[in-house]
């Protein structure tokens, strides 16, 4: 287990650094010279000559690979173009909103998902297996964009109970507002995100119930319940974790658009507004954070599995 | 089969009404190339008027009318989430298949590629396309989309294929002499088609979510590509006094999503030889 970790743990920095390499890449391929966007336009030939020298974007591709390589492993994100303020702060400011969102809506759908997903595979003949399903079906195919602003109609300008959108500008100072503008993106997320978990615990749940290890378990006079609780719940748990890891990623960067729909300043308004403003520094910034969090959850995630997958361990073929 | 398997019948109604919610957007989608009810740009009506038989579906606050961008908006959907899965697809399970095969060093590279890629999701890949090239166009939309969804498909191929492997069914056959090649078109590919067949629904359903939510943020395809998507956007800040404008087109876009899944699950039933034995 140790090995698989260390070998997992050498999996990841050098996914990081083939990420590091691959967003360097991309961010050259975009079009114009960052250095005529920090000038802006009209700019004459000297300014954007000094602009690049200010940034260093004159220095050949191999010098600033390797520069941006040491800023990176510095957590030197440099600054932005716009507001010049570093790139790090204006993240981890962002982070604030994006980090709770996207916990507060996973941690709600787990457990809305998996007692309902369990319930849905052990009644699956009942109508409330059938109610279920169809739930589940309904909240899938639910554009999460078009929940949200069906919950601002019924809740904010309807009810007037939430506010529509915003956080307020002196963020967790102002605790009752701050937790207030969450409530409704927090829901929004949670409900489809509840709905597509929900039919992998019941899938994943089914499985096992067929399964011939649940019927020997039985033969040898252990009772449904027993057999379910010892066996069938931590068999049924290993390709719901899997999933988890990509679920838990997809929520983090559906906030981009559920941010969008409640202007809430997160990561998501940070990357849209500096791909409006071709503010490259904080582009980049946003997108090494991302990948960061998002490959530390693929590693705890698959960590998890081997745990509760004894066979994983051997089987390599 | 045990005990627990219930038996099902042939032919679900639920399975029909998946059809039918697909065939209606196709049908829309297919007649928007010969006829709507007005041309895209045209204000023909007064602003923000509710449904009526002038305007089927109300119009939009430039007068344009909204049944027409529905119409219009079917077609991009489908055109998007086809060609978004086709690649996604061939790339996905070609290269799933290839890293379950494949010695533990490369096995691992590959693996961990699904996991940087998967890293970039759909959106934000699609996202980046798009502030690269200075214009977007439907055919960017699909291609970023469709390399978006390619990491995902790869990645359950690798997971669904390693499980198949590491059965005694394999070793059996491995023993009395059966091809690697064999193996994957008789064992592997049976074997994970109907699990991977309802992964490749839901990526269709995603890369039509992932399309209307570029457009949502205003990153989509221009006009006159009137997507479901950029029509949300439109009507989110007139939907107190307009909400038909917010509803229509999620209205048609959750139709189309939950008809695909009903399908792919019509298609598992059909397909799957545990379901079809119970």
Known sequence: M???????????????????????????????????????????????????????????????????????????????????????????????????????????????????????????????????????????????????????????????????????????????????????????????????????????????????????????????????????????????????????????????????????????????????????????????????????????????????????????? | MSAVTRSRPRSNPVHWLGYGLVGIVVLFGVVSFFWTPYALSDMAGGRLEPPSAAHWAGTDRLGRDLFTQLMIGARIALVVGCGAVLIGGVIGIVTGVLAAFATRVADDALAAVFDILIAFPTLLIAMLVVAAREEASLGTAILALGIGLSPIVGRITRILTKRVLSKDYITAARVSGTGWGSIVFWHVLPNIAPFLGVNLALQFGLAVMAEASLSYLGLGAPPPNASWGRMLQEAQGTVYTAPWGALLPGLALFALVIGINLLADGLRDRFDPQRRDG
């Open chain 1, 2 to 317: 140790l090995a698989y970790i260390l070998r997992r743990l050498v999996i990841l920095l050098l996914s990081l650094v083939v990420a590091a390499i691959v967003l360097f890449v991309l961010l050259r391929l975009l079009p114009g010279d960052p250095a005529a966007a920090l000038v802006g336009v009209g700019a004459t030939p000297e300014q954007i000559a000094a602009a690049q020298a200010q940034i260093g974007s004159d220095q050949p591709l191999g010098v600033q690979f390797l520069a941006y390589l040491g800023d990176l492993a510095r957590f030197d994100l440099g600054q932005s173009f716009v507001s010049r303020a570093p790139v790090i702060e204006e993240i981890s400011r962002r982070l604030s909103v994006t980090l709770p969102l996207t916990f507060a809506a996973f941690t709600l759908a787990l457990l809305i998902a998996v007692p309902l997903g369990i319930l849905a595979a052990i009644r699956a003949d009942s109508w409330a297996g059938l109610a279920l399903s169809v739930v589940s079906q309904i909240g899938i195919a639910v554009p999460v964009f078009w929940l949200g602003i069906l919950l601002v109609y019924e809740f904010s300008l309807n009810l007037r109970w939430l506010p529509s959108g915003g956080f307020p500008l002196r963020g967790y100072a102002d605790p009752g507002k701050a937790v207030e503008s969450m409530i409704l993106p927090v829901l929004t997320i949670a409900i489809v995100m509840s709905a597509s978990l929900m039919r992998y615990v019941r899938a994943s749940m089914l499985e096992v119930l067929n399964s011939d290890f649940l019927r020997t378990a039985r033969a040898l006079g252990e009772s449904h319940r027993g057999a379910l609780a010892r066996h069938g719940l931590r068999n049924a748990a290993v390709p719901v974790v899997s999933v988890l890891g990509i679920e838990l990623s997809t929520t983090f960067l559906g906030a981009v658009v559920v941010e969008q729909v409640f202007s809430l300043p997160g990561m998501g308004s940070m990357l849209l507004l500096g791909i409006q403003q071709r503010d490259y520094p904080n582009i980049q910034g946003v997108l090494i954070v991302s990948t960061l969090l998002v490959l530390l959850t693929g590693f705890l995630a698959d960590i998890l599995q081997r745990l509760l997958d004894p066979r994983l361990r051997e089987a390599r073929r």
